[in-house]
């Protein structure tokens, strides 16, 4: 085996100044990357013990080119070639070995599935180098098809895919590609490549530093891929044509119009607060499908809401996994079809809410004017920020506990800060929180992040969500427009509470590009006002 292997709005909130300087608590990128990959291995590991009810075999597959991918095959019990069963492939995550689906395998063959689970290429034991979903990764899953066609009781007109994170993309890219593929449960992955890691032009510092630490421990990185990542931390602008153009490649929305000729049924899942893959880039895509599709949004990060079916405990994503195949794949009358296709449950706890689509979650919009102009230094974290990757969404799943900020103590030199009036009654948030207003640059980069906070009355603010914003080759002096989304989320304002909105430019989770001695200017012109959206309604 190779080693290296997220009672109505009030308008006329207005900026606040003053405030002591507070020092902000960094966690290091590498301690996030070592606790990821630790509990990633944990993760891995844990489906071996288990008994194994139906025969496992464990078999070479020769992918694409030749490739040799290392894979197990679970079939029913009691098959004997008498009968053909629907063929259910499950590609592994970035930097999982090939036994990470062995649990939710063997519930899917009790259920009468053939099942071949495979270690992607440049991981593990299987050959090649690491592709990112490339083209070769997208025909070896292909290749994995036509063997299990040609070697076990696998029903060609039934075909089914899904995985986890790497596993996810896949899975959905393949679907574009080969029209075998009937449905596909794609879990925790991403939908826009470049969205997720480069989304408001920003390198997600923590979250590119922990893929790039697990590949180069568990994998094989290729020369273009090196190439990617130096050129991404390097933030070479040369470069960012062709890094764009990469991801796109890699990106199932650029096929979307692919999917949907194809008819594949598609079933989408992740958490609100994925520091990989931000639930927004989902949603955007989910929109775009024409064909049978559910979405399902709820607490945690990256991976953590199918935790406990890679071990084989209940686990409602990999249940809703398999509802989804038995109805598409076999018929099964099973009440999916009768279902609310998108389905959210709130940070702040309670059970899943159901709606007809993505646009009647933020069907109540309220319009908040930001009025005054402010000005803020640049290059110090002002204790506002979005917390450790993967790490900080942990702990809000389980206990509810997101990064907080005292509010009043936010140094306003380098921060700026709206607040609403307290809400005499709680506030529902569903969906993404939108923020336009007009910016005046002394240097021609910059970067800045926007934050939303729930206020105690004591001025504890929990963070309700965020987003970073980059910009390049501006004017220095001269005002221009700037739009954020912040990422999407579902949350819950106590009565009493209110919001506020927190602007700064430094955050350890992104690379900031503001020269020293930098300020940013905030301001609402009379014919371009400036102004926040959320999506807000009462309880």
Do not use: C
Not at 31 to 38: D, K, M, P, Y
Not at 65 to 87: E, F, H, I, Q
Not at 174 to 196: M, Q
Not at 470 to 475: A, E, I, K, M, N
């Amino acid at each position: 085996m190779d080693q290296r292997g997220a009672k109505r709005l009030r308008t006329g909130w207005r900026w606040e100044t003053g405030g002591p300087h507070r020092k902000a608590l960094r966690t290091s990128t590498v301690g996030a990357v070592s606790a990821a990959l630790l509990a990633a291995g944990a993760l891995g590991l844990a489906p071996a013990s288990q008994a194994a009810p139906n025969p496992v075999r464990f078999v070479d597959i020769s992918g694409d080119g030749g490739t040799v991918l290392k894979a197990n095959v679970v079939t029913p019990t009691g098959a004997d070639g008498s009968r053909r069963y629907p063929l259910v492939v499950l590609p592994t995550s970035w930097g999982l070995p090939q036994i990470e689906y062995l649990a939710p395998a063997q519930k899917l063959a009790d259920s009468g599935y053939v099942v071949v689970t495979y270690n992607v290429r440049g991981f593990w034991q299987s050959g090649g180098e690491i592709e990112v979903a490339g083209p070769p990764d997208v025909a070896d899953a292909s290749r994995v098809i036509d063997w299990a066609l040609a070697n076990t009781p696998a029903d060609p007109a039934h075909i089914g895919m899904a995985g986890v994170s790497y596993g996810a993309g896949i899975s959905l890219l393949t679907a574009a590609h080969d029209p075998r593929v009937k449905a596909v449960a794609a879990l925790s992955g991403w939908a826009d490549l470049i969205d997720s890691i480069y989304g408001g032009r920003t390198q997600h510092l923590q979250a590119a530093a922990l893929l790039d630490g697990a590949g180069t421990l568990t994998g094989r990185p290729g020369p273009e891929l090196r190439q990617i990542f130096k050129d991404f931390y390097a933030s070479n602008l040369e470069r960012e044509p062709d890094m764009i153009a990469w991801g796109k490649k890699r990106s199932p929305e650029t096929y979307v119009d692919r999917i949907n000729a194809n008819g594949t049924a598609v079933m989408l899942a992740n958490a609100w607060g994925d520091s990989i893959f931000p639930p927004g880039q989902y949603a955007d895509f989910y929109e775009k499908l024409t064909g049978p599709k559910r979405l399902q949004l709820r607490p945690g990060d990256h991976a953590t809401a199918e935790l406990t079916g890679l071990f084989g405990l209940p686990n409602d994503v990999w249940t809703d996994t398999g509802r989804w195949f038995d109805h598409h794949l076999k018929g099964a009358d099973n009440g999916v079809e009768r279902e609310a296709p998108v389905r959210l449950k709130s940070r702040t706890g309670g059970a899943y809410e159901g709606y007809p689509d993505w646009k009647s979650v933020a069907a109540t919009d309220r319009k908040i004017a930001l009025a005054g102009t402010e000005t803020i230094h640049t290059n110090v974290d002002s204790g506002a920020n979005g917390g450790t990757v993967f790490l900080s969404s942990i702990l809000d799943q389980v206990a509810q506990l997101p990064p907080v900020a005292s509010i009043p103590l936010l140094p306003r030199r380098w921060a700026a800060v709206w607040q609403s009036e307290r809400y005499p009654t709680a506030q529902h948030i569903r969906g993404t929180a939108r923020l336009h207003t007009t910016l005046t640059a002394t240097k021609e980069s910059g970067t800045l992040v926007a934050y939303l906070y729930d206020v105690g009355p004591l001025g504890l603010g929990k963070l309700v969500g965020h987003a970073p914003y980059t910009f390049h080759g501006r004017t220095p002096g001269k005002p221009f427009g700037v739009d954020l989304e912040v990422f999407s989320t579902a949350y819950d304002v106590p009565a009493g509470h209110r919001l506020a909105l927190v602007v700064d430019t430094v955050d350890p989770l992104y690379i900031e590009h503001n020269p020293s001695g930098a300020q940013l200017t905030f301001s609402s012109p009379a014919n371009d006002p400036s102004y926040l959206t959320v999506p807000l309604r009462e309880q």
